[in-house]
């Protein structure tokens, strides 16, 4: 959408176009005039009148202002534009093979934005050699029992959770609960393994965001069947905020 809005008392007709905006009114430019209005001598006359302040151009959301945060500059290449990128068409599947599903230029990048958190990803890993026991907390390693799994330095989230533990203890079944904070913090996570298994598996779309300083905790809980040398790693990445 494109709006021209009168902050005089009086009519203001562009010569270029024929357009005429009422005094402390507005108009609404119609799709087909889109391109009479980007032309460059109604670039050039109505450039005077947005310098001014006399009109002001709105994207249909807000004014296109200095005192909204957006230069006058960009207020002009707007009208320029055929529209918005929300009504620019943008070629995805089954037009073009690009694995795109969204069809216009805004919903586009959001898409790609979307895809593309949580990579690259990164790994923090609880390495436990000898058994582990029902209750046991999983820090970095068995020699480090109190010590947080991890510690977050910036805003993170955990996307996969995988694991394994001695290749010759297949089918063992346990669980394990992540915990934020502190070691009675609130439970975030559990990862059940369940028998038959190979001694090793993954969890994917765990999803939890954690803010900068989040500590992570893991406890071990089994019935009796205990898993020996287990291995847990957290698949990270960064998250923007």
């Excluded at 005077?48 to 006399?54: C, F, H, K, L, R």
């Amino acid at each position: 959408m494109k709006l021209l809005k009168n902050t005089t008392v009086s009519d203001i007709t562009l010569s270029e176009t024929g357009i005429t905006v009422q005094a402390s009114g507005q108009y609404e430019v119609n799709t087909t005039e889109y391109n009479l209005l980007a032309s460059d001598d109604s670039i050039t006359e109505l450039t005077t009148y947005i310098n001014s302040g006399d009109i002001v151009v709105n994207d249909g959301s807000q004014d296109l202002t200095v005192a909204n945060g957006v230069a006058l500059a960009r207020a002009i290449d707007f009208l320029r534009s055929s529209d918005s990128a929300l009504n620019i068409r943008f070629l995805a599947s089954p037009q073009r093979s690009n694995g795109f599903a969204k069809k216009n230029v805004q919903e586009a990048i959001e898409e790609a934005k979307q895809n593309a958190e949580g990579f690259p990803r990164s790994s923090i890993r609880s390495i436990q050699n000898g058994t582990i026991g029902n209750n046991d907390w999983l820090g970095p390693n068995e020699l480090m029992p109190d010590t947080p799994m991890a510690v977050f330095p910036i805003k993170t989230k955990i996307n996969e959770i995988t694991w394994a533990n001695d290749i010759d203890q297949t089918n063992r079944q346990f669980r394990i609960q992540f915990r934020s904070i502190s070691k009675t913090g609130t439970i975030f996570y559990t990862l059940d393994v369940d028998s038959p298994n190979p001694g090793y598996g993954y969890v994917d779309a765990v999803n939890q965001v954690f803010s900068a300083g989040t500590a992570i905790f893991a406890q071990y809980k089994d019935d009796g069947n205990n898993c020996r040398d287990l291995s847990i790693t957290l698949w990270i990445s960064r998250v923007e905020d």
